[in-house]
C-alpha cells in the first residue's frame, strides 16, 4: 500500500507538473544567413584603404558555389505547416523545463488535457526535437530520488511504467547506472 501511495504521489506530481507547463511558445531569434562570396569579397573591398583598394585583386573562381541545397532546405521549411512548427516548439519547452521520455513527449503533445496537437504535428516534433532521451531518463531518476529514497528495480520500474514516464528499459537501465 505504501508503494501504491508513493506511485499515486509521483504520478499526481507529475501531472501538476505537466498542466502547468501549458502552451508556451519559445522565443524565435532570427536565424542570420550566410553571406556569398561574392558579398564577403565587396565589404572587403569597401573596407580596404584607398590605397589598397588599386592593388586588391579579385581571385579566379576555382568552382562554382551551388546553392540548390540551402534553396531546398528553406523550401523545405516554408513547407512545414504552422502547427507542427508550433508544436517542435511546445516540445522544446517542455524539454526545457522537466525530462520527459519520446513516449511521455508524444503523449503529452496529442493530449486531450494537454497540447491537443495533431499525432501527426507531435510526430513531427519529436523526429526533429534534439535530445538524448536517455540523459532525459537520468534526469528524471535523480528527481524521483530528490523527493524520495527507492531502490533501483523501483525507480526503473517507475521510470518504465505506462502509467509513469515510459522510458524504454535501455534508457531506464541508463539512468540507473549513471546515477551519482
Same mark, same amino acid.
Given at each position: 500500500?505504501?508503494?501504491?501511495?508513493?506511485?499515486?504521489?509521483?504520478?499526481? +506530481?507529475?501531472?501538476?507538473?505537466? #498542466?502547468?507547463?501549458?502552451?508556451? !511558445?519559445?522565443?524565435? @531569434?532570427?536565424?542570420?544567413?550566410? @553571406?556569398?562570396?561574392?558579398?564577403?569579397?565587396?565589404?572587403?573591398?569597401?573596407?580596404?584603404?584607398?590605397?589598397?583598394?588599386?592593388?586588391?585583386?579579385?581571385?579566379?573562381? @576555382?568552382?562554382?558555389? /551551388? !546553392?540548390?541545397? /540551402?534553396?531546398?532546405?528553406? /523550401?523545405?521549411?516554408?513547407?512545414?505547416?504552422?502547427?507542427?512548427?508550433?508544436?517542435?516548439?511546445?516540445?522544446?519547452?517542455?524539454?526545457?523545463?522537466?525530462?520527459?521520455?519520446?513516449?511521455?513527449?508524444? %503523449?503529452?503533445?496529442?493530449?486531450?488535457?494537454?497540447?491537443?496537437?495533431?499525432?501527426?504535428?507531435?510526430?513531427? #516534433?519529436? %523526429?526533429?526535437?534534439?535530445?538524448?532521451? /536517455?540523459?532525459?531518463? +537520468?534526469? #528524471?531518476?535523480?528527481?524521483?530520488?530528490?523527493?524520495?529514497?527507492?531502490?533501483?528495480?523501483?525507480?526503473?520500474?517507475?521510470?518504465?511504467?505506462?502509467?509513469? %514516464?515510459?522510458?524504454?528499459?535501455?534508457?531506464?537501465?541508463? #539512468?540507473?547506472?549513471?546515477?551519482?
Amino acid at each position: 500500500e505504501n508503494m501504491k501511495l508513493k506511485k499515486a504521489l509521483i504520478c499526481a +506530481l507529475s501531472i501538476g507538473i505537466l #498542466a502547468a507547463c501549458g502552451n508556451q !511558445e519559445a522565443e524565435e @531569434k532570427p536565424v542570420e544567413e550566410p @553571406k556569398s562570396v561574392e558579398e564577403t569579397q565587396t565589404e572587403v573591398k569597401e573596407e580596404a584603404k584607398p590605397e589598397e583598394k588599386e592593388e586588391v585583386k579579385e581571385e579566379p573562381k @576555382k568552382e562554382e558555389v /551551388k !546553392e540548390e541545397p /540551402k534553396e531546398e532546405v528553406k /523550401k523545405e521549411e516554408e513547407d512545414v505547416p504552422r502547427e507542427y512548427k508550433d508544436a517542435l516548439s511546445s516540445a522544446e519547452n517542455y524539454i526545457a523545463f522537466t525530462p520527459f521520455s519520446r513516449q511521455g513527449l508524444f %503523449d503529452q503533445l496529442t493530449s486531450e488535457y494537454g497540447d491537443k496537437y495533431p499525432e501527426e504535428a507531435a510526430q513531427y #516534433a519529436i %523526429d526533429n526535437l534534439k535530445v538524448d532521451y /536517455k540523459e532525459q531518463a +537520468l534526469k #528524471a531518476a535523480q528527481n524521483y530520488l530528490d523527493m524520495m529514497p527507492m531502490s533501483n528495480q523501483e525507480l526503473k520500474d517507475q521510470l518504465m511504467s505506462e502509467y509513469g %514516464d515510459k522510458y524504454t528499459e535501455e534508457e531506464a537501465q541508463y #539512468a540507473i547506472d549513471n546515477l551519482e
